[in-house]
């Protein structure tokens, strides 16, 4: 288990989700819903409930519309979302993967397949690079939570398998079928999470540090981010940091 990994920018990077709140409160709704109506609408007995609706807190999103997502479950009228992947290439030969929740697959299709490749990607098949990712338990704290150290120590008390610690934060990585179990036993040492979500982590990253190829990447991921059906983008780019500063 090591204290800090190699690899950087794995997900989305950092502030995206503060934008364009009203999409993001939104997105939060449909998954708490999921959530709720693929099992129990109690968050104590529902571990993918639980961590939607945290995730919902940690961006300060009312206790109102956290219930009335929930409420909505059990209604009649609900619409049927199903979840979809999808994989492809982006700029500098960066590998994606595109998580969509979504009521109208061949709409949700279309446009992803748009976004990509106006923006210089292009989509795969099922499985094109997702053999390059490990599916993993992922558990996000802010920098407040404690130092490096700290969390280092708890997550291993946890039985984590690697944390990356920043100055914007502590990611702390589980295998998949030990996520809730590992989060639930970060709380007494670090409090309760930011995020505790199902992720993919790349194996190897890919340096991205030629600058028009690296704006050409941010502007695909904040195409697709903008998605209303659009939960989650991953991919194994790393921008050094000196080229995100000069794209501001």
Same mark, same amino acid.
């Given at each position: 288990?090591?204290?800090?990994?190699?690899?950087?920018?794995?997900?989305?990077?950092?502030?995206?989700?503060?934008?364009?709140?009203?999409?993001?409160?939104?997105?939060?709704?449909?998954?708490?819903?999921?959530?709720?109506? #693929? =099992? +129990?609408?109690?968050?104590? /007995?529902? !571990?993918?409930?639980?961590?939607? *609706?945290?995730? %919902?807190?940690?961006?300060?999103?009312?206790?109102?519309?956290?219930?009335?997502?929930?409420?909505?479950?059990?209604?009649?009228?609900?619409?049927?979302?199903?979840?979809?992947?999808?994989?492809?290439?982006?700029?500098?030969?960066?590998?994606?993967?595109?998580?969509?929740?979504?009521?109208?697959?061949?709409?949700?299709?279309?446009?992803?397949?748009?976004?990509?490749?106006?923006?210089?990607?292009?989509?795969?098949?099922?499985?094109?690079?997702?053999?390059?990712?490990?599916? #993993? =338990? +992922?558990?996000?704290?802010? /920098?407040? !939570?404690?130092?490096?150290?700290? *969390?280092?120590? %708890?997550?291993?008390?946890?039985?984590?398998?690697?944390?990356?610690?920043?100055?914007?934060?502590?990611?702390?990585?589980?295998?998949?079928?030990?996520?809730?179990?590992?989060?639930?036993?970060?709380?007494?040492?670090?409090?309760?999470?930011?995020?505790?979500?199902?992720?993919?982590?790349?194996?190897?990253?890919?340096?991205?540090?030629?600058?028009?190829?690296?704006?050409?990447?941010?502007?695909?991921?904040?195409?697709?981010?903008?998605?209303?059906?659009?939960?989650?983008?991953? =991919?194994?780019?790393?921008?050094?940091?000196?080229?995100?500063?000069?794209?501001?």
């Amino acid at each position: 288990m090591a204290g800090h990994s190699k690899y950087k920018n794995i997900m989305y990077r950092k502030g995206a989700q503060d934008k364009k709140r009203s999409s993001l409160f939104s997105k939060l709704s449909r998954e708490i819903t999921v959530a709720a109506k #693929m =099992g +129990l609408p109690d968050p104590e /007995a529902n !571990a993918r409930l639980r961590a939607a *609706v945290i995730a %919902a807190r940690a961006q300060s999103m009312p206790k109102d519309n956290i219930q009335r997502s929930i409420d909505k479950a059990s209604a009649g009228d609900m619409e049927s979302y199903e979840e979809i992947r999808y994989e492809g290439f982006g700029p500098g030969g960066v590998a994606l993967i595109v998580e969509a929740l979504t009521d109208n697959r061949n709409r949700t299709a279309t446009n992803i397949r748009t976004i990509v490749s106006k923006n210089g990607g292009n989509l795969g098949a099922s499985g094109s690079v997702s053999h390059g990712f490990d599916r #993993m =338990g +992922l558990i996000s704290y802010p /920098a407040s !939570a404690g130092d490096a150290d700290q *969390v280092f120590e %708890a997550a291993l008390e946890a039985g984590a398998e690697d944390v990356q610690s920043s100055e914007d934060g502590h990611e702390i990585w589980t295998a998949q079928d030990s996520l809730h179990e590992v989060a639930r036993a970060l709380e007494p040492a670090l409090g309760e999470a930011e995020g505790t979500k199902l992720a993919w982590r790349a194996q190897t990253s890919v340096t991205v540090d030629d600058e028009t190829a690296a704006g050409q990447l941010m502007k695909l991921i904040d195409a697709l981010d903008d998605d209303d059906d659009v939960q989650a983008v991953w =991919g194994n780019y790393d921008v050094p940091d000196e080229v995100m500063d000069r794209l501001g």
